[in-house]
């Protein structure tokens, strides 16, 4: 049992063989998956494809690269689209100052729109971030404070301070491929020290294939790959960790129906 928390499944790389991916995801016990949003222009796309798969969630967001091109959306707009049953988070969302596609005061506005629709909704955020740890806990740390809300920092690769913030509001922390890197050290010992109930286990697909597929094109199946590694560092079983992971995933993502795992 194993839950793929994070993946996008609505790109163009899997248009080829999406059902022949969606066997492989399920030979490797993985039985559910949360496609990530990263432009709401696609959610439509998204959601055709959560329609018809019960075990495939959504998240309705805006990706920090992607900012500039919502000069002027608001955080009801992410309330209505979190309307359908199969939204069950906001994101992705976020700050990225490694590419800056976006200019950074674009980025904040448009993730602290996300924030308040996820105070509205109840509904966790999927939180991205690259080089921003400052501007990140500023934002999250002043919202937090005014109204709490839960989420995750998704394909974590930041600082130690960052995580501990996450971690000191509840949030979770999820592993990417990244942990397989052989160039990941400082990532893998921040993983050592995040409490197991805030844990999930993520492929971002197509990016970011584990070691040993890294370079292909990732997908969902290859999700075993970073939980072995993850339970490596944590020093339990695989099956341990598959186990804890798929219920953390349910625990905070709690629009998602438990039951779809079981339609796949």
Do not use: W
């Amino acid at each position: 049992m194993l839950v793929d928390s994070h993946c996008h499944l609505d790109f163009n790389d899997f248009e080829d063989d999406f059902e022949d991916m969606l066997q492989r995801a399920k030979e490797q016990g993985v039985t559910a998956m949360l496609n990530a949003g990263n432009n709401v222009g696609e959610l439509d796309k998204q959601l055709k494809i959560s329609e018809k798969y019960p075990f495939i969630y959504t998240a309705a967001g805006v990706h920090p690269h992607n900012a500039a091109e919502y000069p002027d959306i608001k955080a009801e707009d992410f309330v209505r689209y979190s309307k359908h049953k199969k939204v069950v988070a906001i994101g992705e969302c976020g700050l990225d100052y490694y590419y800056d596609y976006s200019p950074k005061d674009m980025q904040i506005r448009v993730l602290k729109e996300q924030v308040k629709a996820a105070q509205e909704t109840g509904l966790p955020l999927i939180i991205h971030n690259r080089e921003s740890d400052e501007d990140m806990m500023s934002v999250l740390d002043e919202a937090y404070k005014q109204k709490p809300f839960c989420g995750v920092i998704h394909c974590f690769s930041s600082s130690r301070e960052l995580a501990e913030f996450a971690l000191s509001i509840g949030f979770y922390i999820s592993a990417s491929g990244m942990i397989t890197f052989n160039k990941s050290n400082d990532i893998r010992e921040v993983f050592a020290d995040v409490p197991l109930d805030k844990l999930l286990v993520e492929t971002d697909a197509p990016y970011l294939a584990p070691v040993p597929v890294r370079g292909r094109r990732n997908e969902s199946a290859f999700v075993k790959y970073t939980a072995e590694k993850l339970a490596q560092i944590k020093n339990i079983s695989f099956e341990e960790l598959a186990e804890i992971t798929s219920n953390n995933f349910y625990k905070l993502f709690r629009k998602a129906s438990d039951k779809g795992r079981y339609e796949f």
